[in-house]
């Protein structure tokens, strides 16, 4: 969802930060797919990769523990 839309313009500031959470969630869980995908291993530069992709999750990680608690802690993660 655009949070720049009409629609995403009227959420509550608790449900944006809810859309918020939730897409870093999808997108730490993309990453970690990513890193465990057959087809990975077989690159040149393998390890970049899963450096990139590390790096990707800490960062999405450390967005996501910014994001003041709404009530819900489903997600546990690496610090």
């Given at each position: 969802?655009?949070?720049?839309?009409?629609?995403?313009?009227?959420?509550?500031?608790?449900?944006?930060?809810?859309?918020?959470?939730?897409?870093?969630?999808?997108?730490?869980?993309?990453?970690?797919?990513k890193?465990?995908?057959?087809?990975?291993?077989?690159?040149?530069?393998?390890?970049?990769?899963?450096?990139?992709?590390?790096?990707?999750?800490?960062?999405?990680?450390?967005?996501?523990?910014?994001?003041?608690?709404?009530?819900?802690?489903?997600?546990?993660?690496?610090?």
């Amino acid at each position: 969802m655009d949070l720049k839309s009409d629609k995403g313009k009227s959420l509550s500031k608790a449900e944006a930060f809810k859309e918020i959470r939730t897409y870093l969630e999808d997108q730490i869980s993309l990453s970690q797919r990513k890193c465990l995908d057959d087809d990975n291993f077989d690159k040149s530069a393998w390890s970049q990769y899963q450096a990139y992709q590390l790096g990707i999750q800490k960062a999405f990680s450390k967005l996501y523990n910014l994001i003041p608690d709404q009530g819900e802690n489903k997600w546990v993660t690496n610090k």
